[in-house]
């Protein structure tokens, strides 16, 4: 789909947008390669020591390293394996393409919707992990790169959520960020599935077409929503109705993705190095957590009386 002229021509001849980082492009040959494997990828991982570094922190974590010690990129790689090393990769680096410090509300949204896309994919058994996390993560990079190009547009950051703020988007600009998303990562070379599913980002597809990638992407923003706003009613109800079209989700089967989630959340500020959730946002999770945990004794206690 072509985005609007006034939209497309300053995107395609700004300056100011960041292009696809080279070692980006070299992961992206590397796909491509028959044979690639772990040397392969260190060999051009190693190239940015910003991200050897993240790929290190990635590894470390709890979850993954247990009581192995991660020093090395051979370490981390090690751990992580060739796909996930791959992916993590080519997320940080695309991601760390825009300056976030100015853009901290969005890059927080997009670093924990790519966390719940790993979750959800986990939870309705989606092969395609990787593509999910990176179509999750990268989802808003039309919002960064409407910034840059569009007048006025820092004003949408005031939209209740992101279903208002597309729908004040079409009818001031003819198009979304979803879009203009879509556009750039065709630009940028990325695979025609992560296209597609940023550009179906915030519609809700229904869960008869048959679940797949585009379901958990669309997904991982409305739970992304939740840890950003603290009780939010709104938002809550929207990622309620999203979770029962896409994925044909019970209230139950939200408040345990949202824990699982939570659980998520420290590993994810230790890589990034950042606060995603506020203290208000954690303790209610914290609270929601130990309400979990206390219905699930119950329910266990009652199937064995």
Not at 90 to 110: H, K, M, N, V, Y
Not at 283 to 289: G, I, N, T, V, Y
Request: charged share 20%; hydrophobic share 50%.
């Amino acid at each position: 789909m072509a985005l609007p002229p006034d939209i497309e021509r300053p995107l395609r001849f700004t300056r100011a947008l960041p292009s696809i980082p080279g070692v980006a492009a070299r992961l992206l040959e590397l796909a491509d390669a028959p044979n690639a494997g772990l040397p392969e990828l260190a060999s051009v991982v190693q190239r940015d020591p910003a991200l050897v570094a993240k790929l290190i922190r990635a590894a470390a974590t709890p979850g993954r390293a247990g009581a192995r010690k991660i020093a090395t990129l051979i370490d981390a790689l090690a751990v992580l394996g060739f796909n996930g090393a791959y992916t993590l990769s080519l997320g940080f680096l695309l991601l760390g393409a825009w300056d976030t410090r100015a853009l901290e509300p969005i890059w927080r949204r997009s670093v924990i919707a790519g966390e719940a896309g790993r979750v959800i994919a986990a939870d309705l058994r989606i092969g395609n992990a990787g593509e999910v996390y990176l179509g999750a993560l990268l989802q808003d990079i039309g919002r960064l790169a409407m910034r840059v190009v569009v007048d006025g547009y820092d004003a949408t950051d005031q939209a209740a959520n992101n279903e208002a703020l597309a729908k004040h988007e079409q009818a001031t600009w003819g198009t979304t960020h979803a879009e203009v998303g879509a556009w750039l990562a065709e630009r940028w070379g990325l695979p025609s599935g992560l296209v597609n599913a940023i550009r179906r980002s915030h519609e809700v597809p229904s869960v008869t077409e048959g679940i797949s990638a585009v379901h958990c992407v669309a997904l991982s923003g409305r739970f992304a929503d939740l840890f950003l706003v603290a009780g939010d009613e709104l938002r809550i109800a929207i990622a309620q109705r999203a979770a029962a079209r896409i994925a044909g989700y019970e209230q139950d089967d939200i408040d345990r993705l949202v824990c699982a989630l939570a659980a998520k959340i420290p590993e994810a500020e230790s890589v990034f190095q950042c606060e995603l959730v506020d203290s208000t946002v954690r303790a209610m999770l914290d609270s929601a957590k130990e309400l979990l945990q206390i219905r699930c004794v119950a329910e266990q206690r009652a199937e064995a009386g």
